[in-house]
C-alpha cells in the first residue's frame, strides 16, 4: 500500500523557525512535493523535490532524502499568514502518474 | 491570467441522484488531476488525464464514478446513485504535461442528503 505520515499539529511563535516532516512508503517514487492550504481555500504548490538534497525558494526550504523515504518543509521567519495546514505529497505511480498527499500538518503561528 | 474554475462551488443533492461537477483547466495545461477531500484530511486522488485519455483512474472508489475530458480542456466528473459518503470537497487541477506543479480550482462543496 501507500502511505504518507506527518505530525498532525505544530504550533510556534512569529519570527521562529519550523520543520515539519514527512515520511512515506509508496510504490514508485518519482518526487515529494509540498503544498499549503489555508482554511477554506484550495492548495497551493510551495514546492517539489524529485533528487535529494536541499531546495531554497524564498523563507520556505524543502528537504528529501530517498534512501530514507523522509523530506520535510522548513518555514523560516514564521508570520502570522502562515497559519495553514501543510502537506507532503508523492509523486508516484509506474511513470509518475499520479500523487498521494499525506494527512496534513496544521500549523498555529501565535504572536 | 485566468486559474482553474470549478463549477457549482456547492452542490447539495438527495441520496441516490446524478451529479455532475466541472473542472476547466488553465489554458495550455495538458494535464488535469481530480481529487476529492474531507475534512481534516488531504485530498485523495481519484483519476488523471493526459490529454483527452485518463492515463491513470485507479483513485476512483467504485464504477458510481466517472469522469471525461472530451476535447482535452474541460473536465466533467460525474457520480451516479449518490450516497452520503461521497459528501466531500472535490478538487480539480491541472498542470503542465511535465510540470510538477499542480494548480488547484477551488473546488465544489458537494453535500449529500
Known amino acids: 500500500g501507500q502511505s504518507l505520515e506527518q505530525p498532525s499539529e505544530v504550533t510556534a511563535v512569529e519570527g521562529a523557525i519550523v520543520q515539519i516532516n514527512c515520511t512515506y512508503q509508496t510504490s514508485g517514487f518519482y518526487g515529494l512535493s509540498w503544498y499549503q492550504q489555508h482554511d477554506g481555500g484550495a492548495p497551493t504548490f510551495l514546492s517539489y523535490n524529485a533528487l535529494d538534497g536541499l531546495e531554497e525558494t524564498g523563507r520556505f526550504s524543502s528537504f528529501l532524502s530517498r534512501s530514507d523515504s523522509y523530506g520535510y518543509l522548513l518555514l523560516q521567519e514564521l508570520q502570522m499568514k502562515d497559519s495553514a495546514s501543510y502537506f507532503c505529497a508523492v509523486r508516484g505511480g509506474n511513470y509518475g502518474q499520479n500523487f498521494v498527499f499525506g494527512p496534513g500538518t496544521r500549523l498555529s503561528v501565535l504572536p | 491570467g485566468a486559474g482553474v474554475s470549478q463549477t457549482p462551488s456547492n452542490k447539495v443533492t438527495e441520496k441516490g441522484k446524478y451529479v455532475e461537477l466541472r473542472c476547466d483547466p488553465i489554458?495550455?495545461?495538458?494535464?488535469l488531476y481530480w481529487y476529492r477531500q474531507s475534512l481534516g484530511q488531504g485530498p485523495e486522488f481519484l483519476i488523471y488525464?493526459?490529454?483527452?485519455?485518463?492515463?491513470?483512474d485507479s483513485g476512483l472508489p467504485n464504477d458510481r464514478f466517472f469522469a471525461v475530458r472530451p476535447e482535452g480542456s474541460v473536465s466533467t466528473l460525474k457520480i451516479q446513485r449518490t450516497e452520503r459518503g461521497d459528501s466531500a470537497v472535490y478538487l480539480c487541477?491541472?498542470?503542465?504535461?511535465?510540470?510538477?506543479?499542480?494548480?488547484f480550482g477551488p473546488g465544489t462543496r458537494l453535500t449529500v442528503l
Open positions: 487541477a491541472s498542470s503542465l504535461s511535465s510540470g510538477d506543479e499542480q494548480f
Open positions: 488525464f493526459q490529454g483527452t485519455g485518463a492515463a491513470d
Open positions: 489554458s495550455g495545461h495538458t494535464a
